[in-house]
């Protein structure tokens, strides 16, 4: 009974890993392309005077796109990476 409690565990952690990984691969390619990630726990623009930074928090993963005149890309990376802000405030 213990033997298969133990294989039942081991699928489930390796079924819920691997779903992860299919979350972050998929919010990964969407905003190479351009587009906005599907999995996103929350969102936010932050409004400066030279323009806007969206921001997506996801399981483990942030994304920042940068549409100001100082930079304009697309940041994706581990939960701990900062906003890319110059030392300026955000407006709102």
Known sequence: MKKGLIVLLKI???GVFLAWV?????????T??????IFC???????YA??????????????????R?????????PI???QKTNGDKAIN
Request: with cysteine.
């Open 32 to 37: 190479r392309k351009d587009e906005k990630p």
């Open 41 to 47: 726990i929350s969102e936010k623009t932050y409004e």
């Open 22 to 30: 299919f979350i972050v691969f998929i919010d990964y390619f969407k």
């Open 80 to 82: 701990f990476i900062e």
């Open 12 to 14: 489930i952690v390796l």
């Open 69 to 77: 005149d100082s930079i304009n890309a697309t940041e994706f990376g």
């Open 50 to 67: 030279d323009g806007t930074t969206y921001e997506c928090v996801g399981i483990g993963y942030k994304m920042y796109k940068y549409e």
